[in-house]
């Protein structure tokens, strides 16, 4: 067993006192912003609506064109008087002109026909060209210390703004000034700026080879700046990866869907600007009735040609047809298309193991030094790494075996009767092929230790210890065919679907039954989603689902045998135990702690589903999910708030009301909406806020965990931000903290993070004990060696699920080992590590605030292994987040558009 655990996390080394760099600076000119602003608008018809300015295509043009610029400011384009880029060295104005004059050039109205208007934009158009000239602005230098943040009041980190750009710039420079060596052999890196940090691609790509077809691939450095809650300094993640680049036949781009394009081009001037450096970022996209693949307005690769005639540039219908041959350039001038696995396989598995992590990552710490150093290794804050199990280990003893497998049936049946409240199982089996029926049907009777036989093929009934069991096997037959959407003269195609779907639903709850009978569940057989890649708005599985809820069935779907590389006996156990989690029978198992906390604790998650605007008309919506799980309670002791009813109710009912709420038209305020489509962001936050406010007390009567995934909330409840957060207080918006007692004196908080698109966590592996050891994966509640009793900042980490597979630990894919040529086809493993911060909790000082002084004090180690336990279950692999978050994030699927 691992002791110890390594991040790949950086700080600023206090030996070496402030990074400070020089720059030269030069601001984004009022008079333009004014004048570029008035000729964008012209694009809208309510010309007086407010606008920024589309300034990230003009700033990747200018990272790709102008030798010495390191980073631009973000937000010119709407106001601010910050720099607009910082350089190393002035760049002339007969550079910067002819790029602005061609960014200015795409701001202008292409699309209209009326003579007046035209002459309109013509004029407002010399106007922005005329202003380049007339208003050019100044250099000038300025000092960044790149690793200066003032402390909140909290104790907090908070970096300057801008060096959530200027700092990863500066250490992209740093590695890619100095390549990678790896088993002999050097990696150079290219970098890529993202709205949140740097990428750095090993490039040129790698090439892999089997049989007769070969692939490319690259590393992938990624590096964000980030804070910790409680923590004075700033962090530095570095995330390693392979990018994996199209180079089949053609790119085949999915419906709805775009692909990111890395463009390779020299600088389009003359003169010698050294070794590239950078790779720009474009996409590839169909458009809205586009005949062709095409450039989306963002994309650099379309102001180009009209800067550089001398080369030719990729066009779109060429580099889908041959993205092969772009790859390796042409004439100079390179372009990669991003694979994504919604394109198909790839050759190159995703993913590298702790091994090559952590020498790329001791490059990485070699690079930054003595500037940045590597922050403290983490040791286990907690003896226990699980809770209170039923043992899985395979047993020669006959009687032993079946004893076990009583104990997993009796837990089983136990939660069924549980979560029903001492109703009869009935369970509908959907289904399009036989196979698939009987391996169901088997896997029902295996999971509850039905009896076998009796019965036919259309069903059985039976009653073991206390539980009646009802099921019932029907074939789907047409209700899982493709929806059928064609266009209707006088009616848009959100019309059209919406009623194939209305028309589906209908069907299929005729099919179950009535709506007023018992809850149930229902096993599906679907086809494949492969089967609507071409229009995915003909997959009826949402129908399916609205149909079986409106029948009072949660669902679960399995695909059809032909669409699944998995055995069929595999994924029918698997269906069933997700089924059993949709009616809510998933008790926690006890857990293993120091110190036993309150018998009649209860966990309370919350979960914010955001859905965005789709393309068939619907708009943007929120909705705050509230779930309870009370382990003790004999019945429903899952159970989901509903807002309408201002009650909590059993978890499959929750489901049910979700769902319903979807189909009707006034279902807002049933469902918790956090949002109205008019309505502002101080509207939804102050709507949360209040939910939230009234879930807490309600929750107030007995001792109470909260758990909150921060990034997927503080949006609506901005107090959990990392700079707004203080031990044992919680804040609401236009409040100063309050302790955390006023909303229950037995109230816990605990915070979580998860990577997100944002690296908010850093990656992880556990070093060996002697240089022989290869680094490897470790599960347990980890904190910084050293840290205090009070230390409320903890990682969480599980181990590699058998469903990863066999991969060795020191597998290398960037330059493979002879002995293992075939490595790159590989996929790894890397366990996301959780971040849980104890937020509050009855501490030492919490409770000598409230005169408390006859109770125990937590030791906040102990509540976050009692969050991280709750990672693990019976009947499912670690899960990504505790329990009460996976049921409430779950919840997402009966949230459902029509």
Not at 495 to 518: F, K, T
Not at 660 to 686: H, K, N, T
Request: aromatic residues 6%; neutral net charge.
């Amino acid at each position: 067993m691992y002791q110890l655990i390594s991040t790949t996390t950086y700080e600023p080394d206090p030996a070496a006192g402030p990074w400070i760099e020089p720059y030269r600076v030069i601001g984004f000119p009022g008079e333009w912003r004014a004048e570029f602003a008035d000729l964008y608008r012209r694009r809208w018809r309510r010309r007086e609506h407010p606008v920024g300015l589309p300034v990230r295509k003009l700033n990747e043009l200018l990272r790709a064109a102008a030798p010495g610029l390191v980073a631009t400011g973000r937000g010119v384009g709407s106001g601010g008087e910050l720099p607009w880029f910082y350089a190393t060295q002035d760049m002339p104005a007969e550079l910067v002109g002819p790029l602005l004059a061609s960014w200015v050039m795409t701001l202008a109205p292409t699309d209209d026909t009326d003579p007046e208007r035209l002459a309109g934009h013509r004029a407002a158009l010399d106007r922005a060209l005329a202003m380049i000239d007339e208003h050019r602005p100044q250099w000038g230098q300025e000092s960044v210390d790149l690793t200066s943040t003032e402390v909140s009041e909290g104790g907090t980190a908070q970096p300057d703004r801008r060096l959530y750009h200027l700092l990863p710039e500066q250490i992209g420079a740093r590695l890619t000034a100095r390549p990678l060596r790896l088993h002999g052999t050097d990696l150079s890196f290219r970098l890529v700026t993202r709205e949140q940090g740097v990428e750095l691609v090993s490039w040129p790509p790698r090439q892999y080879t089997r049989g007769k077809r070969t692939w490319h691939y690259s590393a992938l450095v990624t590096v964000t700046v980030q804070t910790v809650p409680f923590a004075t300094a700033l962090r530095v993640h570095v995330e390693y990866g392979i990018r994996r680049w199209v180079t089949g036949s053609t790119v085949w781009l999915p419906p709805g869907r775009g692909a990111t394009v890395l463009l390779d081009t020299p600088v389009p001037w003359p003169g010698d600007h050294g070794p590239r450096q950078r790779l720009s970022v474009n996409t590839l996209a169909f458009g809205r009735g586009a005949a062709g693949p095409g450039w989306r307005r963002h994309s650099l690769v379309g102001l180009l040609p009209e800067l550089d005639v001398l080369r030719a540039y990729p066009q779109p219908a060429e580099l889908v047809a041959d993205p092969a041959g772009w790859l390796t350039g042409r004439d100079g001038v390179a372009a990669g298309v991003v694979h994504s696995t919604a394109m198909g396989s790839h050759g190159v598995g995703t993913g590298l193991m702790p091994l090559e992590r952590s020498l790329i990552d001791r490059w990485v710490e070699e690079c930054l030094s003595p500037v940045l150093r590597r922050t403290a290794d983490l040791e286990r804050a907690h003896r226990r790494s699980t809770p209170a199990l039923l043992p899985t280990a395979r047993v020669k003893d006959p009687q032993l075996a079946n004893a076990r497998l009583q104990q997993r049936v009796e837990a089983r049946r136990g939660a069924v009767r549980a979560a029903l409240g001492g109703m009869p199982l009935l369970v509908d089996v959907l289904w399009q092929t036989e196979e698939t029926r009987d391996e169901l049907v088997a896997a029902l009777r295996e999971w509850l230790g039905l009896p076998v036989g009796g019965g036919t093929d259309d069903g059985f009934d039976c009653e073991v210890d206390g539980l009646r069991v009802t099921v019932r096997a029907r074939p789907l037959g047409t209700l899982g065919a493709a929806l059928t959407i064609g266009a209707e003269p006088g009616r848009s195609r959100s019309q059209v679907v919406s009623e194939a779907v209305r028309e589906r639903i209908g069907r299929v709850a005729g099919h179950l039954g009535s709506e007023h009978g018992p809850l149930g569940l229902a096993l599906v057989e679907t086809l494949g989603p492969d089967r609507f890649g071409q229009d995915p708005d003909t997959d009826p599985k949402s129908a399916l689902r609205h149909g079986c809820a409106a029948a009072r069935r949660v669902s679960q779907f399995v695909v059809v045998p032909e669409d699944s590389e998995a055995a069929t006996a595999v994924r029918a156990r698997s269906a069933v135990a997700d089924g059993m989690r949709h009616l809510g029978a998933v008790v926690p198992p006890e857990q293993r702690l120091d110190r036993q906390l309150a018998d009649d604790l209860q966990y309370l998650a919350l979960w914010q589903i955001r859905r965005q605007a789709g393309g068939r008309g619907h708009r943007a919506d929120r909705y705050l999910i509230a779930l309870r799980i009370r382990p003790n309670d004999p019945a429903h002791p899952v159970c989901g708030w509903d807002d309408g009813l201002k009650r909590w109710v059993p978890y499959a009912d929750f489901l049910l009301g979700l769902a319903a709420g979807c189909a009707d038209a006034g279902a807002g305020a049933a469902l918790g909406r956090i949002g109205r489509p008019v309505s502002s962001g101080e509207e939804r936050r102050d709507d949360a806020e209040r939910r939230i406010r009234s879930l807490l007390f309600q929750a107030r009567e007995r001792p109470t965990l909260l758990l909150v995934n921060s990034g997927n909330l503080r949006e609506v409840w901005p107090g959990l931000s990392n700079g707004r957060l203080a031990k044992d207080t919680v804040a609401f918006q236009g409040e100063p903290p309050v302790r955390l007692a006023v909303h229950g004196q037995d109230l816990r908080v605990v915070l979580l993070r998860d990577a997100n698109h944002r690296s908010e966590t850093p990656e992880w592996y556990a070093p060996g004990q002697s240089e022989e050891e290869p680094p490897g994966f470790s599960a347990g509640l980890w904190a910084s060696r050293g840290a205090g009793g009070d230390n409320r900042v903890f990682l969480s980490t599980v181990g590699k699920p058998p469903t990863a597979g066999t991969v060795r630990r020191d597998l290398r894919k960037l330059v493979p080992d002879p002995a293992w040529p075939h490595g790159p086809a590989a996929t790894a493993w890397n366990p996301q590590a959780l971040e849980l911060t104890v937020l509050g909790c009855l501490s030492p000082s919490a409770l000598q605030g409230t005169g408390r002084i006859d109770v125990e004090p937590d030791r906040p180690a102990v509540i976050a292994a009692a969050a991280h336990q709750l990672r693990f279950h019976d009947e499912y692999h670690p899960l990504s987040r505790p329990l009460p978050l996976h049921l409430a994030k779950l919840a997402e699927e009966y949230v459902l558009r029509l």
